[in-house]
């Protein structure tokens, strides 16, 4: 597995402004997002009853893992089922595809199907569904602006209209109803490999923010 560095800060609309001016002149906006400038995800993330995911993250466990489901645009016709581990500050994401016939499943709690799917991901999070009591948990919705740069393989993102759903049987639902969990908040992600070239630090630079550990999943946990 290849670990990613990661930055988080929480930014302003005058941020949002001059960053993407700066990475419109020195990057690439993310293919999937050339129609409209941005993308919508939703995803659907699992913890126990013992709220495990949520306390490791509040407490800075330094090796960490979260499971969601995730799909883009309310267009089921391509999910993905994602794990994010953490270590030492540094992560990396493996992930397996899902069917939306095989995410309603899931979320409807018929997971008999699963060790027979043939993917090593879908295996994995049926037999800690089954070991630590992982159950579909709260939805995460939010619209995301994503620049790419080849040089040290950097994606930036820049997120906001962070909304949260408690009714994971509705995930594949594009009426679901779902609620602002983060008071207009914007959150810019900044993410590479061995390298950060100087061109990308400078286009993401702002003055005064510090860089943080910023969760959307702890932050729409807000309601239960």
Known sequence: MIYRNELKHVIDAGDKAAICANLRAVAKLDPHA??????QIRSLYFDNIYDQALREKIDGVNEREKFRIRYYDLDPSVIHLEKKVKRNGLGYKVSDSLTAQEAQRIVSGDTDWMPSSGRALVVELYAKMKSQGLRPKTIVDYTRIP?????GNVRVTIDENIRTGLSGTDFLNPDCITVPAANGLILLEVKWDDYLPSVIRQAVQVKNRSAGAFS???TCRIYG
């Not at 050339?34 to 993308?39: A, R, V």
């Open 216 to 218: 959307k999943y702890q």
């Open 147 to 151: 620049f790419v740069y080849g040089p």
């Open 34 to 39: 050339q129609k409209k400038g941005f993308y």
